[in-house]
Nanobody
């Protein structure tokens, strides 16, 4: 059974930082590219960042380039999203996605003073 469990969300002030984690199980994590998506209220889900299976290549949405960093630890079956210089417009539910396998349940990130 495939499981993707996100953690690390919460309330943070503008300019602050958070690190999201996604623990994966039920498939061969090291063979799968991984993505983080987000969905803000009233908006479509959008891809935020992508990392290859080996972690040797990453890609980011323009809106987060230079502020967010995706990484992975294949020994721990975990993918991370380090978010810095957070803005109110980063407020959304953040989802982990395993290519070919599916979605996590999401974790709420709220950026507000």
């Amino acid at each position: 059974q495939v499981q993707l469990v996100e953690s690390g969300g919460g309330l943070v002030q503008p300019g602050g930082s958070l690190r999201l984690s996604c623990a994966a199980s039920g498939f061969t994590f090291s063979r799968n590219a991984m993505r983080w998506y987000r969905q803000a209220p009233g908006k479509e889900r959008e891809v935020v960042a992508t990392i290859t299976s080996a972690g040797d290549s990453t890609n980011y949405a323009d809106s987060v380039k230079g502020r967010f960093t995706i990484s992975r630890d294949n020994a721990k079956n975990t993918v991370y999203l380090q978010m810095t210089s957070l803005k109110p417009e980063d407020t959304a539910v953040y989802y982990c996605y395993a290519v070919d396998w599916g979605w996590g349940q999401g974790t709420q990130v709220t950026v507000s003073s």
